[in-house]
């Protein structure tokens, strides 16, 4: 077996792997590391994948079933070095159909050099992870991202120094380019002392920018995604040492900064924000919790941002430390906790990238009590007669007459309109619509008389119903 990391082959007798997983290896994507090379357990965990539907498990990158250009320049699915016998014949049949694009593409190209290319994605994947210095971790934060293939990278604690987002780099700064992968762009809040400091890596092939009018005088960082026919994606990493309010505080006027700029925004907040002691089931702090006020704090700025707390599995060991935040939860397929490169786990969450709606045709709905009655009898007299004189057709042809003259009758002396169907959710009954409603006069009484106390606590009952019922 040849280790993915260091290209050297080794005994699978020497490696105490027996022939079922020897053969489970041999026939699966997953990637082998020696026991030295490998700095990550990746038999602890897996991924699912929403990028390829094949029907062939053995040979996932065939060159009649592979249509996702992307896959060509990364393979999420077959290792590099491969006991496999097929392993050369896939990696042939990759370049090849890598040179058949390339020389096709080449020869002609309708579309104009304005033009920029936006990559159209079925799935999403944002790892966060703690770092716990990147410079010490560097070679383990590769292997994951080599077998996680994330898109995008929220990181914290990456105890880097010298770039400041919108500022030139320090003269002793430590450039992206000699700690980070090349196929990603990275934006950077470095702490200028030691400690701390978040990142935001967005891959090349995804078009990107750093917002840095968005940026407060916290510990965060914010980075814009442009996605082929949908709404722009607005990403954070945030970074609370120390569970300090003033933080928190920073945090809620960046978020102000950018709802207030516009809507149909979506957005995603991840980090580690330090705050074990919430339930974010139901929305409230454990008695006897230290700093209580400062994590109530980060349940108000959720609820005041309509921002959905979506990992509950533990990132350091029993404690929720690290966590995804997002304005359309609906999106959010799974999100998982995995062996992170310093004492707190990594986050995978996959998302979709827009909503999927099922849009209805408009109906015609007929107002009988307005109805013409007694034409309508007339003419159900006369269109029994004449389907009494079909004697010598079908009873296909009675029948298309009989319907197609009643929907006439209908349509000439029964008054209707036509009625389109909202957007709605099943889930949302009378009783939640109720206090919906309710929420919203609270809110307009606590506009006027400034009196918050009321509508915040009535805010936070609706939301944990909400999720309930959902």
């Known amino acids: 077996m040849c280790c993915n990391e260091c290209s050297v082959w080794h005994n699978k007798s020497c490696e105490d792997i027996d022939t079922k997983e020897y053969e489970y290896l041999e026939h699966s994507s997953v990637v082998w590391h020696f026991c030295i090379c ?11 994948s929403y990028e390829l539907k094949t029907s062939n498990i053995f040979f996932p990158l065939s060159e009649n079933e592979t249509t996702i250009d992307s896959l060509i320049f990364n393979e999420p699915f077959t290792p590099l070095h491969s006991s496999s016998p097929n392993a050369r014949t896939q990696r042939s049949s990759q370049s090849a159909l890598f040179r058949t694009k390339s020389s096709r593409s080449s020869r002609g190209s309708t579309l104009p050099s304005d033009n920029v290319f936006l990559p159209k994605k079925i799935n999403l994947r944002l790892l966060t992870v703690n770092c716990c210095s990147i410079r010490e971790h560097k070679q383990e934060l590769a292997t994951c991202i080599e077998y996680t293939k994330p898109d995008i990278i929220c990181g914290t604690e990456s105890w880097l120094k010298g770039i400041k987002p919108g500022k030139e780099p320090s003269r002793n700064a430590i450039n992206s380019c000699e700690i980070f992968p090349e196929n990603y762009n990275f934006y ?22 750093e917002q840095v009018h968005l940026i407060t005088e916290c510990e965060i960082e914010w980075a814009k995604v442009k996605m082929k026919g949908k709404k722009d994606l607005y990403l954070s990493s945030f970074y609370l040492p120390l569970r300090n309010l003033n933080d928190l505080t920073q945090l809620d006027n960046s978020l102000e900064k950018l709802t207030n700029s516009g809507k149909n925004k979506h957005i995603i907040l991840g980090g580690d924000f330090n705050c074990p002691d919430i339930d974010w089931d139901n929305l409230q702090v454990t008695p006897n919790a230290p700093d209580k006020a400062v994590q109530q704090a980060l349940i108000d700025i959720s609820i005041k941002h309509g921002l959905t707390q979506v990992h509950n599995q533990p990132t350091r060991q029993e404690s929720i430390l690290d966590l995804v935040f997002t304005n359309n939860s609906s ?12 004492d707190h786990a990594m986050v995978v969450t996959d998302s979709d990238i ?14 009988f009590p307005m109805a013409n009655w007694t034409e309508i009898y007339q003419a159900c007299e006369n269109l029994s007669d004449e389907i009494v004189n079909m ?3 079908s009873v296909q042809e009675k029948w298309d ?17 036509i009625f ?11 009783h939640l619509k109720r206090m919906t409603k309710r929420k919203a006069r609270l809110y307009s009484h606590a506009k006027r008389t400034k009196q918050w106390t009321q509508f915040r606590y009535y805010q936070k009952l609706v939301s944990v119903n909400l999720k309930k019922q959902k």
């Open 331 to 342: 999106l959010t397929k799974t999100s998982t906790s995995i062996p992170g490169i310093s």
């Open 38 to 48: 490998d700095s990550v357990n990746i038999d602890s965990f897996t991924f699912n």
């Open 354 to 367: 827009s909503p999927v709606y099922n849009v209805q045709k408009p109906r015609r709905i007929y107002l």
């Open 391 to 393: 004697k010598l057709h």
């Open 188 to 209: 950077r809040n470095d702490r200028m002392s030691r400690g701390g400091g978040v990142f935001i890596g967005v891959r090349k092939d995804l078009v990107s920018d």
């Open 401 to 417: 007459t009989l319907k197609c003259n009643i929907q006439t009758i209908m349509d000439k002396h029964i008054p209707s309109k």
């Open 420 to 430: 389109k169907k909202r957007n709605t959710v099943p889930w949302f009954n009378k």
